[in-house]
């Protein structure tokens, strides 16, 4: 979004700013990090993760000449780059699409980098290799080898390709569990690794197309390069990635999964692979078969299929907004969050108010307009950052009231709120402005209060009152919580959940089961 638009909307304000300076607020914004604690690893030298990195690196660009150099051998060097140059144009588009999905809790871009890589380069050569070997051995044995093309194409490609596209998916859901929590990071991720494949299959149609051309001596526009363009890139540029997010589905219910749910974990991910080959199959056999039936299998079948797996990723995104709307407010009534603050986390419109807030807001004033500029920039990122890990800690309370609590429970869950304490002086005035001007106070959309008490002060708290900076949020006052970094305060107190000595005093109802051992007495909703 442009510096003009977003000035033009927010001037004049529809409610009135936070009167907070703007030299203070930027002050305040800490140092990129990351939210996940991570257990230290030491004694093997490939759990280094200098070392995973170097060799994933190593493979990936190995692959990548590999493949090149093969598809450059088929198509020549002119029409390598011809093809190379159409194929390229589709991919910001649909890079955009899938991370426009995954906003919510954006995936890291070494997650999102190596799948397209692997898509572009190691399965785009399986696929290759394997794919020429099975036709020459179909030619070679069986007694009709003309059919070898449509028999390769039908049955053996869909079976090759989707596999070796779904090992990538695999393998983050293996060793980046932590980021794989649902079917939108399964789409996203198996949609940017099917278009890292269309990506180098589309140099190699375009490229031999741009060849046929050359050989039949056009003069104006290539006919075959022209029509292949237009069938690959701007017909059904969704093909591979609606193949494959079949798979990523899969995945995506398995990751969901409870963990007893063992055969569930299985068999999910291996039925949208069977579904994923089985559209692969069709469509390449409604391309062989006639061009009627390409079209009857492409209006039919390929767009209502489109549109479902395009009704299930926004489904779901919405989903995991209601998640953070539900678990947060927890954390509010502990004292680390604003009541606020979880109506706007739940409004991808909030969020981009408040990080266009952020931005621009607390930079009008400023004489240098290049500092002003990197300012705005470091509290946009602060609160993109806020958001995620918001997202993050939501997520994982969700899985801790499913029984999905780690060892590592507490020490997870209080680094994010560590790293949100960090970053709230910037984001809890953005958020509440977003919340304001999206309209999320009113009455109809305030959250259900997991802990509401018919006496919100009990007794005790007379003898024991509340420090200035822990009374209750106030218009006059609606960021009242200042100070140091809240510590953890001794089991068994008042303030057991979760971890906040500035919350009020209000002893929270006890579950009726045994509480889990990973997590403590906590409250549940």
């Not at 490939?46 to 190593?58: D, E, H």
Request: glycine share 8%.
């Amino acid at each position: 979004m442009s510096d003009e638009s977003a000035e033009q909307r927010q001037s004049p304000p529809a409610v009135p700013l936070p009167e907070e300076p703007a030299g203070g607020m930027l002050a305040a914004v800490p140092q990129r990090a990351h939210g996940w604690y991570r257990p230290r690893r030491v004694g093997r030298v490939w759990r280094s993760r200098a070392f995973r990195i170097t060799v994933v690196c190593t493979v990936l660009a190995l692959c990548a000449l590999t493949i090149l150099a093969l598809v450059r051998d088929q198509t020549g060097t002119q029409g390598f780059l011809v093809g190379l140059g159409l194929a390229v144009l589709p991919v910001p588009l649909l890079a955009a699409a899938f991370r426009w999905l995954d906003r919510i809790e954006p995936s890291p871009w070494r997650n999102l980098l190596f799948a397209f890589a692997w898509g572009a380069f190691a399965a785009a050569l399986v696929a290759l290799l394997a794919n020429s070997f099975a036709i020459r051995w179909i030619a070679t044995t069986t007694t009709d080898p003309s059919n070898a093309d449509t028999l390769g194409a039908t049955v053996i490609a869909p079976f090759v390709e989707e596999s070796a596209k779904a090992a990538a998916v695999l393998l983050i859901f293996l060793f980046r569990r932590r980021q794989f929590t649902g079917v939108v990071d399964g789409i996203a991720i198996a949609g940017l690794t099917a278009s890292g494949f269309a990506f180098t299959e589309n140099i190699l149609y375009l490229g031999n197309a741009f060849g046929e051309d050359q050989e039949i001596g056009h003069a104006g526009v290539p006919a075959m390069t022209a029509a292949t363009f237009f069938v690959r890139a701007v017909m059904s540029p969704f093909a591979h990635p609606l193949f494959t997010s079949l798979t990523g589905i899969g995945f995506g219910l398995a990751a969901a999964s409870l963990r007893h749910q063992k055969l569930r974990r299985v068999l999910l991910p291996l039925l949208g692979l069977v579904l994923a080959m089985g559209m692969h199959a069709l469509w390449n056999g409604s391309a062989v078969l006639s061009p009627l039936g390409f079209y009857a299998v492409y209006g039919v079948f390929m767009v209502p299929v489109f549109g479902l797996v395009t009704w299930l990723a926004i489904w779901s995104r919405y989903r995991r907004l209601r998640t953070l709307c539900a678990e947060l407010p927890a954390y509010a009534a502990a004292g680390w969050l604003t009541p606020v603050e979880p109506l706007a986390l739940s409004s991808m419109r909030a969020r981009g108010i408040a990080r266009d807030m952020a931005r621009h807001q607390y930079t009008v004033a400023a004489a240098d307009k290049a500092a002003a500029k990197a300012q705005g920039k470091a509290a946009a990122v602060a609160v993109v950052e806020y958001e995620s890990f918001a997202t993050r800690l939501a997520a994982l309370r969700l899985g801790a009231r499913r029984g999905e609590a780690g060892p590592d429970f507490a020490e997870r869950e209080l680094e994010l709120l560590r790293l949100l304490w960090e970053r709230r002086e910037v984001a809890v005035p953005a958020l509440t402005y977003a919340a304001q001007v999206t309209g999320r106070l009113r009455p109809h959309r305030m959250p259900p209060f997991p802990y509401a008490q018919q006496q919100p002060f009990p007794p005790h708290a007379q003898q024991h009152p509340l420090p200035p900076h822990a009374q209750p949020h106030t218009q006059q006052n609606p960021y009242a919580q200042t100070g140091p970094y809240p510590q953890p305060v001794r089991p068994g107190s008042p303030y057991t959940y979760p971890y906040a000595p500035y919350a009020r005093p209000v002893a929270y109802p006890q579950p009726a089961q045994a509480p889990h051992p990973a997590y403590g007495p906590y409250p549940h909703p």
